[in-house]
């Protein structure tokens, strides 16, 4: 403010005064030098005539002067202040400089006379407005103020201070330019003074420099023009003014009694409005509206994204179509955001959302009542989401999608029913606090935060995850409802609590994350388990069919009862089936798998992967097993010997079985497969594979590629597929005369076209160890009435010379014959269109116990010779 002229008292001292009182006093010097010194009063005006000595002492002390103290080699008026006296003040009728005063802050002009008053390096006012002079008033380093009367001028240097101008006689139509110093003095830079005031009712205009400006109007019409910084634009006390910005995030204030048109095109700008003001009508390119004073005003925004702010009474906000933000305050106040993902910011518990449309855009209210709750049932039908600040309590959802986020209390939040399709699939954030969270309908996911919180998915596919407990003893309760849930879980101690529905899948996602807290078991009804965290972690599950999955540590899964799926995942983990039918995975790591009864199937995937399936004494049957592989895997190791059947996959090359009778599958890889005991069941799929049956009475398929397939003891069904493939005999015991049909095995696809470089099978007898003989052909069948057992009985007399069959064609004794024999017409049905290949190993032109006899289906013998064969 300006300063204020003190009137003249009567108290004259002579050559010497003092005054040391309780009241405040004008001190008079006479016509010759004296010296007068003012007490501790606060406020004392000492007022020389002379050349004079004054001080003032403590308090705010007033100095009224009337010689100059800065003309070279003439005494003039010497003032004695010290440091932390009050804030005191020298009026002159001559020029005076305070710059060797430095603990006076304030300088006036008090006669007629041209003076140039100097300030310090204080903060200083330099008022010329009480003089009728032209004064010229200098500036120092501190942060100053200037008061000009008519036709004062400023001088001041570039960066001493955040300096202000307040022009007291407004010349009628000025402008008034910081930039140039128009109208204001000689500035040092265009970025010497940062503010200027108009006062009076003249009307005038400012423009401002680079610099961060408060420019205000005054009760005229004022046109006030921003530079490039962050500048504050006020109308002042009224007038219907122009407010321009520029760079830079502006501010402009409208007075009571004013009125405004602002633009500005850059930065992002805010009106401070004391009137109710339509931003859409008179402004562009400022986003934000704050609504000031006590007046019951209005605030409307535009295109822009606006922040419009009321002032504590009764307003009413209205966005546009931007993306807006309106916060009410205190008072009963009507929010409309319009279109655009607005903001709704309530304290008031009055407060009502109105007119906000429907559409794509995601609306949030952020509610702050004190003990209140928030419904968006009621007044907010299109807005979407919730947010509790303050010590809010709760909040209410509607049909639509909501997302809902509490705050450090004990919050109540329902997302609502919804209505049928329209239900939402709401978002649920407890933050701190002990909250209850219900999801209503719809695909909703609940988080409870901190705290001991209790979550209800009710109806939908709900994700509940209670969150950390506060304590080592607390907990929180999750009831899922109806659906398909997934429990998120980081405390063992959280209670879960789910329906018996058939048809409907539950999950548990668990990350134990305390050394004593890793061990989870799975709740009634809660069908699968996810280990998450990196942390080694247990999981137990129930009687319902389990889905149960390691993470990346050494996990350790036990599905207990039902079919359960176990998948370890990454790490050395042990899975345990249970009582039925259990499906585990080692995946990644060295993992022990213990399938328990039932048909268990397991899958291995590393070398050090163990499987126990042990063979259970005292147990009839403890499931059909299966193992399938990416690696070589052997069922005849001892903890494997309860595993019935084996699958390879992968690019694994080798299985092999053990007593039990095994089903033993190849891949695409050259295979190595082999039977033990048992009637076991090979397939050597693509690849060139060796195949051995081993004891029983195998079932061989060599598959594709050019197999090698050996039958060994036992009545084996060989067929050879596709490729040239080489069947090997190795064994003669099952081919006696006295063995009849049981031992005799059957080989199908065996194409024998006696042609090598054409390709084609070929039997192996190398291992009979006899030389070769002649092979011959006999075309005609066998007649009359006989069957197949009669026919096995009596081969002996059959291929016999007298009999016209098979052995008559080699002449010399000891070397092989072989003889095909088809039982042709007249043939009992189990012999007719049978072919049969007899082998007489020991070369004695009868059938005895060393020869052998194989049943043949599928071939084409019209074309066979000594080249299919290799012994």
Do not use: C
């Not at 019951?296 to 009413?316: E, K, Q, Y």
């Amino acid at each position: 403010m300006a300063l204020s002229k003190p009137a003249n008292a009567a108290i004259e001292l002579g050559i010497v005064g003092t005054l040391a009182n309780d009241t405040a006093a004008v001190l008079f010097g006479t016509a010759d030098d004296d010296i007068i010194s003012g007490g501790s009063i606060l406020i004392d005006e000492l007022t020389s005539d002379g050349i004079d000595v004054m001080e003032g002492g403590a308090g705010n002390d007033i100095y009224i002067v009337k010689n100059t103290n800065t003309t070279v080699g003439v005494a003039g008026d010497a003032i004695i202040e010290l440091i932390d006296e009050g804030i005191d003040t020298v009026w002159s009728s001559a020029s005076y400089s305070l710059a060797a005063l430095t603990e006076v802050e304030n300088i006036g002009a008090s006669g007629t006379a041209a003076t140039t008053l100097t300030g310090n390096a204080k903060n200083n006012i330099l008022d010329g407005s009480f003089s009728d002079g032209i004064n010229t008033l200098v500036g120092g380093t501190g942060s100053d103020t200037y008061y000009l009367g008519a036709g004062d001028l400023v001088t001041e240097a570039a960066g001493a201070g955040t300096d202000t101008v307040i022009i007291s006689d407004v010349v009628a139509a000025a402008v008034y330019n910081l930039a140039t110093g128009l109208n204001i003095g000689t500035l040092a830079s265009a970025g010497a003074i940062e503010n200027v005031q108009l006062t009076g009712s003249n009307a005038a205009n400012i423009t401002g420099n680079a610099l961060y400006n408060r420019l205000t109007g005054n009760s005229g019409i004022n046109t006030i023009i921003a530079g490039a910084g962050n500048d504050t634009l006020d109308t002042g006390a009224g007038g219907a003014d122009i407010l321009t910005g520029d760079a830079g995030n502006d501010t402009f204030i409208i007075r009571a009694g004013a009125t405004a048109t602002i633009a500005d095109s850059a930065g992002v700008d805010l009106v401070k409005s004391f009137v109710t003001y339509n931003g859409s009508a008179v402004t562009t390119g400022v986003e934000n509206i704050t609504l000031m004073g006590a007046a019951a005003i209005n605030a409307t925004g535009n295109a822009l994204n606006n922040v419009l702010t009321g002032n504590g009474a009764d307003n009413t906000l209205i966005g546009g179509a931007g993306i807006d933000t309106l916060i009410g305050g205190a008072g009963t106040n009507s929010l409309q955001g319009g279109t655009g993902a607005d903001v709704y910011v309530i304290t008031s518990a009055t407060d009502t959302i109105t007119g906000e449309l429907a559409g794509a855009e995601i609306d949030t209210v952020q509610y702050g009542v004190a003990g209140g709750t928030f419904a968006l049932t009621v007044s907010a039908l299109n807005v979407e989401n919730v947010t509790l600040t303050g010590t809010a309590l709760g909040a209410t959802g509607n049909a639509s999608n909501n997302v809902m986020n509490g705050n450090e209390s004990n919050n109540t939040m329902d997302g609502g029913v919804g209505s049928g399709l329209n239900s939402g699939n709401d978002t649920l954030n407890g933050n701190g606090g002990n909250d209850t969270l219900l999801g209503g309908d719809g695909n909703d996911t609940l988080n409870g935060g901190t705290g001991n919180d209790t979550l209800h998915g009710e109806a939908g596919n709900d994700t509940l995850n209670g969150g950390t407990a506060t304590t080592a003893t607390s907990f929180n309760t999750l009831n899922g409802g109806a659906g398909n849930d997934t429990y998120v879980v980081v405390n063992s101690q959280d209670v879960i609590n789910e329906t018996t529905t058939v048809g409907e899948i539950d999950n548990v996602q668990f990350a134990g994350t305390a050394v004593t807290d890793l061990a989870f078991t799975l709740a009634t009804d809660v069908e699968n388990i996810t280990l998450t965290g990196a942390l080694a972690t247990s999981a137990t599950g129930n009687a319902s069919v389990n889905s149960m999955t390691g993470n990346g540590a050494i996990n350790t899964l036990d599905g207990g009862a039902g079919n359960d799926t176990l998948n370890g995942g990454a790490g050395n983990d042990t899975l345990v089936g249970g009582t039925e039918n259990d499906s585990l995975i080692g995946g990644t790591g060295n993992d022990t798998m213990t399938g328990g009864l039932g048909n268990d199937t397991y899958s291995v995937d590393i070398l050090a992967d163990v499987v126990n399936e042990s063979i259970l004494v005292g147990v009839v049957n403890g499931g059909v097993d299966i193992v399938n592989s990416t690696v070589n895997f052997d069922l005849g190791v001892s903890a494997n010997e309860g595993v019935e059947n084996l699958v390879l996959g992968g690019t694994a090359l080798i299985g092999a079985g053990n007593t039990l009778a095994n089903n033993i599958s190849g891949n695409a890889s050259n295979n190595t497969l082999s039977g033990l005991g048992g009637n076991d069941t090979i397939n050597g799929g693509g690849g060139i594979d060796t195949i051995t049956g081993g004891a029983g009475n195998d079932t061989i398929s060599g598959g594709d590629g050019n197999d090698t397939i050996t039958g060994e003891a036992g009545k084996d069904t060989v067929s050879t597929g596709g490729g040239d493939d080489i069947v090997k005999f190795t064994l003669a015991s099952d081919s006696s005369a006295s063995s009849g049909t049981t031992n005799i095995d059957v080989y199908s696809d065996l194409l024998l076209n006696g042609v090598v470089v054409a390709g084609g099978d070929t039997i192996d007898v190398s291992a009979l160890a006899f030389t070769a003989g002649n092979v011959a052909f006999e075309g005609t069948a066998i007649t009359g009435i006989l069957n197949e057992g009669t026919f096995i009985a009596n081969m002996n007399t059959l291929l016999h010379l007298t009999d016209g069959f098979g052995f008559d064609t080699n002449t010399t004794t000891g070397q092989a014959d072989f003889a095909i024999v088809t039982g042709g017409v007249g043939s009992a049905a189990g012999l007719l269109g049978k072919t049969f290949l007899a082998i007489d190993a020991d070369g004695s032109e009868i059938f005895t116990a060393t020869d052998f006899v194989i049943e043949i289906t599928g071939s084409n013998f019209a074309t066979i010779d000594t080249t299919s064969f290799i012994n």
